[in-house]
């Protein structure tokens, strides 16, 4: 089936740094979705764009969909503890739009 | 606030034992969702329903049953547990708009088969 390919798979940064990860596909998508995961609980959504060029913002959270609808990143700027986490991006597909394929996740670790 | 709510928590079942997973969700959604996490493997959706006494596979369906009897619960049984189910096991829930689906996620359950 349709797949989509985070990276990185982790990262370790320091407090204050600026982070970004993205989502690719070889096919394209509707609408693109980040999620948080933190230790013991179920994905939080963070950012969702609807649309190709779009340039969302949340906070300290910047997401974009890509032009091709092939590709979404979210960057996380001046990175704080809370920040740690699993980060999910998660797309949906034009051929279904009842369901979502989500990525493999980025491991965020912030050292302060 | 209860949003998403799944129980059990936590369980531990012998290979062959059945068991069902029950999701609620109080915030009168549409569609509902079963997801199996994996270590490297990001969320699998096993099954899902569009509505009340509907429901379709999805991409791991193999081993796993579901029911949506009433609108706010989504049920999924194992029937004969196998050790490769081991997994943390998450229901959503989303209200579509304009085709749009956010989906909004309860806290898990940890199943381990032994």
């Known amino acids: 089936g349709q797949q989509l390919n985070q990276s990185p798979q982790s990262m370790f940064i320091q407090e204050g740094e600026d982070v970004s990860m993205n989502c690719t596909s070889s096919s394209i998508f509707n609408t693109w979705l980040w999620y948080k995961q933190d230790p013991g609980e179920g994905p939080v959504l963070l950012i969702a764009?609807?649309?190709?060029?779009e340039l969302t913002s949340n906070g300290r959270l910047t997401a974009q969909f890509g032009i091709t609808r092939k590709d979404s990143f979210l960057n996380i700027s001046a990175s704080i503890p809370s920040d740690v986490g699993i980060y999910f991006c998660a797309g949906q597909p034009p051929y279904n739009t009842d369901k979502l394929i989500f990525g493999t996740g980025t491991r965020l670790q912030v050292f302060p | 606030n209860a949003g998403v709510t799944q129980t059990p928590k936590f369980r531990v079942l012998k290979t062959g034992q059945s068991m069902t997973l029950l999701c609620a969700q109080d915030?009168?959604?549409?569609?509902m969702y079963w997801y199996r996490q994996d270590p490297g493997m990001g969320l699998r959706l096993i099954h899902y329903s569009v509505g009340e006494g509907t429901t379709a596979k999805g991409e791991v369906p193999d081993g796993y049953n579901v029911s949506r009897l009433k609108k706010q619960n989504f049920l999924l049984g194992l029937e004969s547990a196998a050790p490769s189910q081991t997994s943390v096991y998450f229901c959503a829930s989303s209200k579509e708009v304009e085709g749009i689906q956010p989906q909004h996620f309860g806290d898990g359950t940890r199943l381990s088969i032994l």
């Open positions: 764009l609807y649309k190709a060029g």
């Open positions: 915030m009168n959604h549409e569609y």
